[in-house]
């Protein structure tokens, strides 16, 4: 029942910036762990961003000062701020979702491109 549709990708310069959308449809998810996801061709999925339903976030080391994870409960969106962008970055971000902070994700998103050009 819960839909995840990622928007905002696209193809940026290093050193530009791109907002990542998450829309969710379904359910309201004001109660839900959120974050971000992202996977480079043959590399591993690696965890990008989380922020709670309290507004708690982390990030991974390699984004950390650069991206900014946030969510509008009233829109039931979350949002990925990416700046300063690396070539590094190229990826598919996936957004995703989950009611109870488990350790699997019940919810994902279909992916959207990420390519950073130098």
């Known amino acids: 029942q819960v839909q995840l549709v990622e928007s905002g990708g696209g193809l940026v310069q290093a050193g530009g910036s791109l907002r990542l959308s998450c829309a969710a449809s379904?359910?309201?998810?004001?109660?839900?762990?959120m974050g971000w996801y992202r996977q480079a061709p043959g590399k591993q999925r690696e965890l990008v961003a989380i922020?709670?339903?309290?507004?708690?976030?982390n990030y991974a080391d390699s984004v950390k000062g650069r991206f900014t994870i946030s969510r509008d409960n009233a829109k039931n969106t979350q949002y990925l701020q990416m700046n300063s962008l690396k070539p590094e970055d190229t990826a598919v971000y996936y957004c995703?979702?989950?009611?109870?902070?488990?350790?699997?994700?019940?919810?994902w998103g279909q992916g959207t491109q990420v390519t950073v050009s130098s």
């Open positions: 922020i709670t339903s309290r507004g708690s976030t």
């Open positions: 379904g359910r309201t998810l004001s109660n839900y762990i």
């Open positions: 995703a979702a989950d009611p109870y902070g488990g350790t699997i994700w019940n919810y």
